[in-house]
């Protein structure tokens, strides 16, 4: 029972007799004193040892982050280059043309097959004719080269419509500047183009084409060959100019 010392009350017969210094009354506790060092430090040590006791443990949690409903960010796209579309290439246009003069007039004129006209072809035939229906000589000079086009089969030169129409009206302009003429005949469609800068629906009108004066548009000799009611029209349109050449030639 950890009793150190101990006193009867009454006197217990036969006991040894007791010791007087234990019957002495012990003298009242005075509490030591603290300085104030001494005291914030046992302070600052009890404090967090009594809150741990207060708290109970806890065991650590990993928060795991719940998906949300919220919608999610579009993901930014940076905006690629528009595919570069290129122009389509145009085929360089083919054709053949003699220049021949008659009299007061020059004849830009198509060739059927590409090739120089002989005096036997039915396409020359049909020329000399119209040249006697319209009063001039009929058997006209060739002037020059005929002009094919294109003019390379390789190369990197340009030889578009516009290059061809550039290269057949300075070919005309210059046999103009050797020997002015009152008309300018342009048979067939590669002609009235490229010299006449116009298309089939200028055909057996006269027209006014800078650097080349007054010129005649008409159908190709083949297509008149082939369709031989536009020989009325042709016609036509010559009685009317035919005042251009032949107050000249006459």
Same mark, same amino acid.
């Given at each position: 029972?950890?009793?150190?010392?101990?006193?009867?009350?009454?006197?217990?017969?036969?006991?040894?007799?007791?010791?007087?210094?234990?019957?002495?009354?012990?003298?009242?506790?005075?509490?030591?004193?603290?300085?104030?060092?001494?005291?914030?430090?046992?302070?600052?040590?009890?404090?967090?040892?009594?809150?741990?006791?207060? !708290?109970?443990?806890?065991?650590?949690?990993?928060?795991?982050?719940?998906?949300?409903?919220?919608?999610?960010?579009?993901?930014?796209?940076?905006?690629?280059?528009?595919?570069?579309?290129?122009?389509?290439?145009?085929?360089?246009? !083919?054709?053949?043309?003699?220049?021949?003069?008659?009299?007061?007039?020059?004849?830009?004129?198509?060739?059927?097959?590409?090739?120089?006209?002989?005096?036997?072809?039915?396409?020359?035939?049909?020329?000399?004719?119209?040249?006697?229906?319209?009063?001039?000589?009929?058997?006209?000079?060739?002037?020059?080269?005929?002009? !094919?086009?294109?003019?390379?089969?390789?190369?990197?030169?340009?030889?578009?419509?516009?290059?061809?129409?550039?290269?057949?009206?300075?070919?005309?302009?210059?046999?103009?500047?050797?020997?002015?003429?009152?008309?300018?005949?342009?048979?067939?469609?590669?002609?009235?183009?490229?010299?006449?800068?116009?298309?089939?629906?200028?055909?057996? !009108?006269?027209?006014?084409?800078?650097?080349?004066?007054?010129?005649?548009?008409?159908?190709?000799?083949?297509?008149?060959?082939?369709?031989?009611?536009?020989?009325?029209?042709?016609?036509?349109?010559?009685?009317?100019?035919?005042?251009?050449?032949?107050?000249?030639?006459?």
């Amino acid at each position: 029972m950890q009793v150190v010392n101990w006193l009867p009350r009454t006197e217990l017969p036969f006991a040894a007799p007791s010791r007087p210094e234990l019957l002495q009354a012990l003298e009242p506790f005075e509490p030591f004193e603290v300085s104030g060092e001494e005291a914030a430090a046992a302070v600052a040590v009890a404090k967090p040892a009594a809150q741990a006791l207060e !708290r109970p443990t806890e065991r650590a949690r990993v928060e795991v982050p719940r998906p949300s409903s919220a919608a999610r960010p579009t993901p930014v796209v940076e905006d690629t280059p528009a595919p570069v579309v290129k122009a389509p290439v145009v085929p360089p246009p !083919r054709f053949a043309l003699q220049l021949l003069r008659a009299g007061r007039c020059l004849l830009l004129v198509e060739l059927p097959t590409g090739e120089r006209f002989q005096t036997r072809d039915p396409a020359y035939l049909l020329l000399k004719d119209m040249l006697r229906a319209a009063g001039l000589p009929d058997s006209p000079q060739i002037v020059g080269e005929p002009v !094919r086009w294109p003019l390379l089969v390789r190369g990197t030169m340009d030889q578009g419509p516009e290059a061809a129409r550039d290269f057949v009206q300075s070919f005309v302009s210059a046999r103009l500047e050797d020997e002015p003429c009152a008309c300018l005949w342009l048979i067939g469609l590669p002609a009235v183009r490229f010299a006449g800068e116009a298309n089939a629906e200028a055909w057996y !009108r006269q027209l006014q084409v800078e650097g080349l004066g007054v010129v005649w548009a008409l159908p190709g000799l083949e297509l008149l060959m082939e369709e031989p009611q536009r020989k009325a029209e042709v016609w036509q349109a010559m009685r009317r100019l035919m005042a251009l050449w032949k107050s000249t030639h006459e």
